[in-house]
């Protein structure tokens, strides 16, 4: 299953629409991942894994979109919006919940969660360790304090050079990862213990090419 609900969010955020508002969208979009699921499995399918919301809050379109919030509402660490990091969580809470029905009515079928929000939180809180140097920068892109701008997107003329070393960025346009970002969670899905179940612990058909998650 892809990342279904964040565009659903991105353009209400951005269209300015109450952040409580926003919320109420939340177990529409759960019930529709349950719903594209149940379909799948209809049709015989027996194995999904099911990404959990990234953590929007140390995004740098979002941090751009609330620039200029209260202090008190940036997390002194990371320099993320706790809030926002917080909305993400509520997602993946009521997300896990459902998936724990699916389930019990689906015994049969190898539902696996995978925890992108706390796979993606080590990069701001240990960002040394995976090589990152900047975090809640955009690689490529325009403005400050996040070289993000929502009016002229990376690629467009004449944004159409990026950093030096997107390898050191987390993120690459201020709302995609770069390369290495996704090598870094495709690793963390494949071998560490972010799924629910985790995921060696399946008999899974699953080959994975070593050399691409190798660090």
Known sequence: MGEIGGNDYNYAFEEGKNPEEIREFVPLVVHTISSAINELIEL????????????????????????????????????????????????????????????????????????????????????????????????????????YSSSMACGDPPLRTSCDDPSSYVSWDGVHFTEATYRWISKAVLKELFTIP??????????????????
């Open 198 to 215: 985790y995921i060696n612990s399946l008999c899974l058909p699953l080959t994975v090419n070593n050399k691409f998650i190798s660090s």
């Open 44 to 147: 015989g399918a027996v194995t999904f894994l099911v990404p959990g919301n990234l953590p929007i809050g140390c995004s740098p379109a979002y941090l751009t979109y609330f620039q200029g919030s209260d202090k008190g509402e940036y997390d002194p660490l990371t320099g993320c919006l706790t809030w926002l990091n917080q909305f993400s969580e509520y997602h993946n809470e009521l997300l896990q919940q459902e998936l724990d029905q699916i389930r019990e009515l689906h015994p049969h079928v190898n539902i696996i969660y995978a925890d992108y929000y706390n796979i993606a939180m080590r990069f701001y809180h240990f960002p040394d360790q995976f090589g990152f140097t900047k975090t809640i920068v955009a690689c490529c892109g325009r403005g400050v304090p996040y070289n």
